[in-house]
T-cell receptor, first 113, second 111 residues
Framework: DTAVSQTPKYLVTQMGNDKSIKCEQNLGHDTMYWYKQDSKKFLKIMFSYNNKELIINETVPNRFSPKSPDKAHLNLHINSLELGDSAVYFC????????????FGNGTRLTVT | GENVEQHPSTLSVQEGDSAVIKCTYS??????FPWYKQELGKGPQLIID?????GEKKDQRIAVTLNKTAKHFSLHITETQPEDSAVYFC??????????FGTGTRLTVIP
């Protein structure tokens, strides 16, 4: 069983469209994240949720809106997609205890044309 | 915020040789330093971590060292094998798991 699963794995869409990426973890973790990895492999945190509450919201355009219906799910909705949004988006989870490891999903490769 | 620098960006070694990747961090309050391995098409996976109250940790062919005074930490892989080829990330965190990642090192092990 995959611990952190994201769908879809690939997403190709045109500029201006709205799209969502879903994430689910079956580890019983309290904290979930979205990271963005650009073409140079740089990993940058976007959002963090703890028990469905937003904890971290880095400087991300408000076209990006995370939603956590329960602590096992953290979805990412993106409005009015732009070329610069093309990247690989990773969901991750952790217990929330300081110094506990992050478990990453396998990523969603978003390509905006 | 924390700033983590990682070197080198690419590293090629012959199979059986050792590989060393170095990172520095800026926030002296950081107290957790994990290393992640990312294989093609997959998410980063934790391979080893170290906390600020420890200077060195070893797990089979992988070791990590931490120098708190100098604010740097290193990953050492001995007896490298082709399956060690991947992108490696260091990270630093203060308190509650807000991980700041280095820029990654692409390691190639040449058979």
């Amino acid at each position: 069983d995959t611990a952190v699963s994201q769908t879809p794995k690939y997403l190709v869409t045109q500029m201006g469209n709205d799209k969502s990426i879903k994430c689910e973890q079956n580890l019983g973790h309290d904290t979930m994240y979205w990271y963005k990895q650009d073409s140079k492999k740089f990993l940058k945190i976007m959002f963090s949720y703890n028990n469905k509450e937003l904890i971290i919201n880095e400087t991300v355009p408000n076209r990006f809106s995370p939603k956590s219906p329960d602590k096992a799910h953290l979805n990412l909705h993106i409005n009015s997609l732009e070329l610069g949004d093309s990247a690989v988006y990773f969901c991750a989870s952790t217990t929330g205890t300081a110094g506990s490891p992050l478990h990453f999903g396998n990523g969603t490769r978003l390509t905006v044309t | 915020g924390e700033n983590v620098e990682q070197h080198p960006s690419t590293l090629s070694v012959q199979e059986g040789d050792s590989a060393v990747i170095k990172c520095t961090y800026s926030d002296s309050a950081s107290n957790y330093f994990p290393w992640y391995k990312q294989e093609l098409g997959k998410g980063p996976q934790l391979i080893i971590d170290i906390r600020s109250n420890v200077g060195e940790k070893k797990d089979q062919r992988i070791a990590v060292t931490l120098n708190k005074t100098a604010k740097h930490f290193s990953l050492h892989i001995t007896e490298t094998q082709p399956e060690d080829s991947a992108v490696y990330f260091c990270a630093a965190a203060t308190g509650a798991n807000n991980l700041f990642f280095g820029t990654g090192t692409r390691l190639t092990v040449i058979p």
